[in-house]
């Protein structure tokens, strides 16, 4: 039987759903699994978790020092979590609020020096990929950031105003009328769109498996199927066993630093429960569309697109001619629980779907192959950490709110700076030390959550109806979450 679906009309289904993600299943499944930790070892730095952030860390551990005996421990296999289902902008995007930042000790300048850094690091990692011979589709065709409806393009002109204050010129983001929006791709409804060019598409699990192969290859070990139940601070001694520690049921790492890099996934360690919110996205991916689909649409450059909804879409064109659309479905699941291997609600897809269809009528009637959804790591106030406690040897990295394709290469950069205690242009980023409160404890987690996110989908509405500012109920919902823009 055929469900109806959101907006009328039978329900839009996925060929499949789950198996981690649709980019495992386009580069031939998931690579063979690594052995788990073979017992208790000691090591000189430890990292507990093996996405983007773990594996750039040991990346660059190795890279400044390579004589480092650095260890791996993954609780499913390398790219497993976010890392292997995002949207694959490898974008500049800074994750958190400028405002925020510069409350620090660095104040405006560390903040001007983060976006710079950001920047950067989207050559840096396709400097890498270069490098260590991975092929990870990388295509830099910078960022569009589309308004469908008048507020949203009120939402633009302001967003550009506060980019031009923080000192972002023509070079790094330029308005784009709707005439040239539609020379490079026909959005439905496209009334303009912010561009900026620090901004690249990858193949996700491409990526993380190249960079898996390349930390490897340095020497690094990575143990898989290998979950760390606990980590325990070291003592602050000399001896042998006062490091701390990360435990497993098949032993433990003692090592002079722990490096926690478990976003999404941190809740499920003790005494991490309130650390990181585990927020969902969902995504979709087509058939590989006609030449005809394409010639109506355009989108040649490859450019990483996304909408200015509240409830916002991002969307890629792959390299085989195919378009991934994500979004939020249910945003957060009671008591910080996970997705099983990424398998998406019924709804989300239809939802997902219709977006698509909207945004770009010539995919409308396309096959949905995919569907999946992950967890990204939010922290109560929406900014990026990086730290290290000498004292205990305890370090992490994180927070990225959805922004963390380029942002983990340079935060597991400046991890490994910290932990050779050396300064570096890295050291003094803003994130750097920063602390955010905790998430409070359930129900008024999942209240507070899904309170906002039916402001944000009400907002949505109302501004769909052609409504000419943005509405005061997002407005609220930015109140009360925090949310920067
Ligand atoms: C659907 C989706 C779309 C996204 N799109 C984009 C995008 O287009 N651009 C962008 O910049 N960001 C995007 N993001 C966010 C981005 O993917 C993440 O910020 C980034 O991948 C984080 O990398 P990570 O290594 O910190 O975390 P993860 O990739 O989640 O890695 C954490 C790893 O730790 C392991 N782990 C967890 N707990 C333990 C434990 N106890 N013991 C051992 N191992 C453990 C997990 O198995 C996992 O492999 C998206 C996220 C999602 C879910």
């Given at each position: 039987m055929r469900m109806p679906g959101t907006s009328g009309g039978p329900r839009l289904t996925a060929e499949h759903n789950g198996d981690v993600s649709f980019w495992w299943r386009a580069r031939g499944g998931f690579p063979p699994r690594r052995p788990s930790l073979p017992g208790s070892l000691t090591a000189d730095v430890c990292i507990v978790g093996g996405g983007f952030t773990g594996l750039w860390t040991a990346y660059y551990l190795k890279q400044s020092q390579p004589g480092l005996r650095v260890v791996v421990l993954e609780?499913?296999?390398?790219?497993?979590?976010a890392s292997g289902r995002n949207?694959?902008?490898?974008?500049?995007?800074?994750?958190?609020s400028r405002d925020r930042y510069a409350r620090?000790?660095?104040?405006r300048d560390a903040v001007l020096d983060l976006q710079r850094q950001l920047r950067e690091t989207v050559d840096e990692v396709a400097r890498v990929c270069a490098a260590e011979g991975i092929?990870?589709?990388?295509?830099?065709g910078g960022e569009l950031s589309v308004a469908t409806t008048p507020a949203q393009l009120g939402r633009l002109h302001e967003e550009l105003l506060s980019d031009r204050e923080w000192g972002l010129g023509e070079k790094e983001v330029q308005f784009l009328g709707q005439a040239e929006l539609s020379a490079r791709v026909r959005v439905a409804n496209g009334l303009g769109a912010l561009y900026s060019p620090d901004c690249a598409r990858i193949q996700p699990a491409k990526l993380v498996t190249g960079l898996a192969d390349a930390v490897e290859r340095s020497g690094v070990e990575i143990y898989e199927a290998t979950p760390v139940t606990r980590i325990v601070p070291g003592?602050?001694?000399?001896?042998?066993?006062t490091g701390p520690r990360a435990c497993t049921v098949f032993g433990d790492v003692t090592a002079r630093f722990v490096l926690r890099?478990?976003?999404?996934?941190?809740?499920?360690l003790p005494g991490q429960r309130r650390t990181l919110l585990p927020m969902n996205s969902s995504m979709i991916v087509t058939e590989p569309l006609s030449e005809a689909a394409w010639q109506e649409i355009g989108?040649?450059?490859?450019e990483a697109i996304g909408d200015s909804a509240h409830v916002y879409m991002y969307a890629q064109r792959t390299e085989d001619g195919r378009i991934a659309i994500g979004g939020r479905g249910i945003p957060y699941r009671f008591g910080s629980t996970l997705d099983h291997r990424g398998t998406t609600q019924p709804e989300t897809v239809d939802t997902l779907g219709r977006i698509l269809g909207r945004l770009f009528p010539a995919a409308?009637?396309?096959?949905?192959d995919h569907a999946w959804c992950g967890v990204l790591g939010v922290p109560r106030d929406w900014c990026a950490t990086v730290t290290l406690d000498r004292a205990s040897g305890l370090g992490a990295a994180g927070g990225?709110?959805?922004?963390?394709?380029a942002a983990s290469n340079l935060a597991g950069h400046t991890l490994a700076d910290l932990v050779a205690g050396e300064p570096t242009p890295?050291?003094?980023?803003?994130?750097?030390g920063h602390r955010a409160r905790t998430w409070e404890p359930e129900p008024l987690r999942w209240t507070g959550v899904h309170g906002l996110y039916t402001l944000y989908r009400a907002a949505d509405r109302i501004e769909d109806q052609g409504a000419d500012r943005t509405s005061p109920l997002a407005r609220i919902g930015d109140r009360i979450s925090g949310i920067p823009h």
């Open positions: 609780a499913a296999f390398a790219g497993f979590g949207g694959g902008w490898l974008t500049s995007a800074l994750p958190g620090g000790p660095g104040g092929d990870a589709d990388l295509v830099k003592s602050g001694g000399a001896g042998p066993d890099a478990t976003e999404g996934f941190t809740a499920r989108w040649a450059g490859r409308a009637g396309a096959r949905i990225y709110t959805g922004h963390g394709v890295r050291t003094a980023l803003p994130w750097v």
